[in-house]
């Protein structure tokens, strides 16, 4: 994809003969830009090679300059990405929106053209895809039929030396999916209304809950005191989406919204409809990355917020300890466990004397192992004795 690269910044950027040279051969002014024949890395550092041709303010190159790409400088594409275009405007549709300053409207792609009305701010503009170079300046034109108008979209917002909005643009590109997410909790309480009609003033027929993400069915450009359809206003989505809603632990609300909800407080503008980006159905295992806790699993996809429970493991009974018995192989005729209080004399006897005897066994048993091991401890030593006395 082909860019170009304009020079927000308040002083002249150097365009240099090769990438990494220490003398310019002209200058990049503010507002101004220049369109990449291609990039290079040089010493870690990016630069963007201009093809010959270029046109300065001191004189014209004849042949390949290099521009430095720093903080100062923005990059913008010159064709519109049609892949990630909304889905209910045109693919070769681009919008803009001058969130710092209002921009002034030409009647033809130069300075020198009659100004024919201006964009105020927080307003959005819907302008044709193809974009044109003029005096290093990138136009575009305004996709309505309301004439022919021209914005500029390298126009620096700073208009005063020192200017606090140095290194930011007049226009700045609005990616639009057609997926938005609902932050109007961001800045205000409550619930983002929608409305009968995209107008400020339409009755208000239903309202949005916070942070839900939906797809919007149309977008509008409205002026402040005109029609949906416009190339400059206000930027309006069309929601119709039926959400669930939980009011108690089993009691969930349908609840439907089928209206038309504001991009940005037409005032302040503090963005309450944020585009996202559209799902992506390649991706198949996630991965939670909220540190605070376990997220929430959902009964449904589109904005069901019934809570799933997880299901309870069964715990596996912890099995006793098997007790330590006393039972000894029967031999002789001796039972293996001792006899019951009432039974004969005989037999307890016979046990008293078996028990006496298991005793002395082990007892040998004892002793006879402690004096291997003695034997053997004094054989080792005798050993080591021997290979000392020899050393």
Same mark, same amino acid.
């Given at each position: 994809?082909?860019?170009?690269?304009?020079?927000?910044?308040?002083?002249?950027?150097?365009? !240099?003969?090769?990438?990494?040279?220490? @003398?310019?051969? #002209?200058?990049?002014?503010?507002?101004?830009?220049?369109?990449?024949?291609?990039?290079?890395?040089?010493?870690?550092?990016?630069?963007?090679?201009?093809?010959?041709?270029?046109?300065?303010?001191?004189?014209?190159?004849?042949?390949?300059?290099?521009?430095?790409?720093?903080?100062? &400088?923005?990059?913008?594409?010159?064709?519109?990405?049609?892949?990630?275009?909304?889905?209910?405007?045109?693919?070769? +549709?681009?919008?803009? $929106?001058?969130?710092?300053?209002?921009?002034?409207?030409?009647?033809?792609?130069?300075?020198?053209?009659?100004?024919?009305?201006?964009?105020?701010?927080?307003?959005?503009?819907?302008?044709?895809?193809?974009? &044109?170079?003029?005096?290093? @300046?990138?136009?575009?034109?305004?996709?309505?039929?309301?004439?022919?108008?021209? =914005?500029?979209?390298? @126009?620096?917002?700073?208009?005063?030396?020192?200017?606090?909005?140095?290194?930011?643009?007049? =226009? #700045?590109?609005?990616?639009?999916?057609?997926?938005?997410?609902?932050?109007?909790?961001?800045?205000? $309480?409550?619930? !983002?209304?929608?409305?009968?009609?995209?107008?400020?003033?339409?009755?208000?027929?239903?309202? !949005?809950?916070?942070?839900?993400?939906?797809?919007?069915?149309?977008?509008?450009?409205?002026?402040?005191?005109?029609?949906?359809?416009?190339?400059?206003?206000? !930027?309006?989505?069309?929601?119709?989406?039926?959400?669930?809603?939980?009011?108690?632990?089993?009691?969930?609300?349908?609840?439907?919204?089928?209206?038309?909800?504001?991009?940005?407080?037409?005032?302040?503008?503090?963005? &309450?409809?944020?585009?996202?980006?559209?799902?992506?159905?390649?991706?198949?295992?996630?991965?939670?990355?909220?540190?605070?806790?376990?997220?929430?699993?959902?009964?449904?996809?589109?904005?069901?917020?019934?809570?799933?429970?997880? +299901?309870?493991? $069964?715990?596996?009974?912890?099995?006793?300890?098997?007790?330590? +018995?006393?039972?000894?192989?029967?031999?002789?005729?001796?039972?293996?466990?001792?006899?019951?209080?009432?039974?004969?004399?005989?037999?307890?006897?016979?046990?008293?004397?078996?028990?006496?005897?298991?005793? $002395?066994?082990?007892?040998?048993?004892?002793?006879?192992?402690?004096?291997?091991?003695? #034997?053997? +401890?004094?054989?080792?030593?005798?050993?080591?004795?021997?290979?000392?006395?020899?050393?």
């Amino acid at each position: 994809m082909a860019y170009f690269w304009v020079n927000a910044s308040g002083c002249p950027l150097p365009l !240099l003969p090769y990438a990494g040279a220490a @003398e310019p051969v #002209e200058r990049l002014m503010p507002g101004r830009c220049v369109v990449a024949a291609s990039t290079a890395v040089f010493e870690r550092r990016l630069y963007v090679r201009v093809a010959a041709g270029y046109a300065g303010p001191a004189r014209t190159l004849d042949a390949e300059c290099w521009l430095e790409v720093g903080d100062e &400088v923005r990059r913008f594409a010159l064709a519109p990405d049609t892949a990630g275009a909304a889905p209910c405007v045109d693919a070769a +549709t681009r919008f803009y $929106k001058a969130p710092r300053r209002a921009v002034r409207l030409f009647d033809a792609p130069a300075r020198s053209g009659t100004l024919v009305g201006e964009a105020q701010r927080h307003e959005c503009l819907r302008c044709r895809g193809d974009l &044109v170079a003029t005096a290093n @300046e990138m136009w575009a034109r305004l996709d309505d039929d309301a004439g022919e108008r021209w =914005v500029c979209v390298s @126009e620096r917002a700073a208009v005063d030396a020192g200017d606090a909005r140095d290194v930011e643009l007049a =226009v #700045e590109p609005l990616a639009l999916t057609g997926y938005f997410v609902n932050c109007y909790g961001r800045h205000y $309480k409550g619930e !983002l209304p929608a409305r009968s009609k995209p107008r400020l003033d339409a009755e208000r027929v239903s309202a !949005l809950p916070p942070w839900v993400v939906f797809k919007a069915s149309k977008i509008e450009l409205v002026p402040p005191a005109g029609d949906a359809g416009a190339a400059v206003g206000l !930027l309006w989505a069309r929601v119709c989406a039926s959400l669930e809603i939980r009011r108690a632990d089993d009691d969930y609300e349908p609840w439907i919204v089928d209206g038309w909800v504001i991009h940005a407080n037409a005032n302040t503008g503090a963005v &309450v409809l944020e585009p996202v980006a559209p799902p992506r159905f390649d991706a198949r295992s996630f991965r939670n990355v909220y540190s605070r806790g376990a997220l929430p699993l959902r009964c449904a996809p589109g904005g069901g917020f019934k809570v799933v429970e997880p +299901t309870p493991r $069964k715990e596996v009974p912890a099995k006793p300890p098997a007790a330590e +018995t006393k039972e000894r192989p029967e031999d002789d005729g001796v039972p293996a466990t001792p006899p019951p209080a009432d039974d004969d004399a005989a037999a307890g006897s016979k046990w008293s004397a078996r028990t006496e005897a298991w005793s $002395k066994a082990a007892w040998a048993s004892t002793v006879k192992a402690s004096k291997r091991a003695a #034997e053997v +401890t004094a054989a080792a030593s005798r050993e080591a004795a021997r290979g000392a006395g020899t050393g």
